[in-house]
C-alpha cells in the first residue's frame, strides 16, 4: 500500500505545553488529510482534516499545517490537557473514494 | 441507530475454526469499510463497499477472508481457517458517499485466535 509515515511513535507533553505530531506522505495524488483520535477500546474518531488548497486548518486547540511541496502534514495541539492523552493517527485518502491509508499512529501522553 | 456497532465486542477461537464478524453501519450511509489493527499499529484497509457491492477488495490478506453486505445496511466480515496471524481488532466505519465524508468507526472485534 501507498505510505503515510507518521512519527514520533510516543510524545510526553506537560500539561498547557503543545503537542506535535507530523506525518509524510508519498503520493501526490492524495486530496484528503485526516487526523483521528482514539481511545483505548474504542474506535477512532475524527477530529480535524485538511484538503491541499490550504496551508492550515485550525480548530479550536487543534491546528493542521499542510505543506504541499515537503508532501507533509502535522497536526499541533495547543494548552495540552491530560484528556487529550490518546492515540492520533494521521491518514490519506486520494479521489472521491474515502478509502483511508493510515500512519502507525502517536501514542500521547499528557501528564498533570 | 446512534451510531455504528460491530459484534461481538471480543471473540476468543481456536486455530483452524471459521469466524463472522457483523457490522451495523450508521442508517443511510451508502459507504462501508472494515479496516484491520494490529496490536500497536495502524489501521490497515480491508475492503470497501459501496450499497452491497465491494468495488475495492484489495486489502483483503487472503483468500480465506471474505465480506458481503446486504443492501445499504449490515455487513459481516467472514475469516476461515483462522490463524494466530489474524489476532487483531477488526473495525468498522460508514459514510455518506461523498467526496471526504466522514468516517465514522465502530468499536470494533477484538478477535484472538489460540
Known amino acids: 500500500q501507498q505510505q503515510v509515515k507518521q512519527s514520533p511513535q510516543s510524545l510526553i507533553v506537560q500539561k498547557g505545553g503543545i503537542s506535535i505530531i507530523n506525518c509524510a506522505y508519498e503520493n501526490t495524488a492524495f486530496d484528503y488529510f485526516p487526523w483521528y483520535q482514539q481511545f483505548p477500546g474504542k474506535g477512532p474518531a475524527l477530529l480535524i482534516a485538511?484538503?491541499?488548497?490550504?496551508s492550515e486548518k485550525k480548530e479550536g486547540r487543534f491546528t493542521i499545517s499542510f505543506n504541499k511541496s515537503a508532501k507533509q502534514f502535522s497536526l499541533h495541539i495547543m494548552d495540552s490537557q491530560p484528556g487529550d492523552s490518546a492515540t492520533y493517527f494521521c491518514a490519506a485518502s486520494k479521489g472521491g473514494y474515502n478509502k483511508l491509508i493510515f500512519g502507525a499512529g502517536t501514542r500521547l501522553a499528557v501528564h498533570p | 441507530g446512534a451510531g455504528v456497532s460491530q459484534s461481538p465486542s471480543n471473540k476468543v477461537t481456536e486455530k483452524g475454526k471459521d469466524v463472522e464478524l457483523r457490522c451495523d453501519p450508521i442508517s443511510g450511509h451508502t459507504a462501508l469499510y472494515w479496516y484491520r489493527q494490529r496490536l500497536g499499529q495502524g489501521l490497515e484497509f480491508l475492503i470497501y463497499?459501496?450499497?452491497?457491492?465491494?468495488?475495492?477488495k484489495s486489502g483483503l490478506p487472503s483468500d480465506r477472508f471474505s465480506a458481503e453486505r446486504t443492501g445499504e445496511s449490515v455487513s459481516t466480515l467472514t475469516i476461515q481457517r483462522t490463524q494466530q496471524e489474524d489476532s487483531a481488532v477488526y473495525l468498522c466505519a460508514s459514510s455518506l458517499l461523498l467526496a471526504g465524508a466522514e468516517q465514522f468507526f465502530g468499536p470494533g472485534t477484538r478477535l484472538t485466535v489460540l
Open positions: 485538511i484538503r491541499p488548497d490550504v
Open positions: 463497499f459501496q450499497g452491497n457491492s465491494a468495488p475495492d
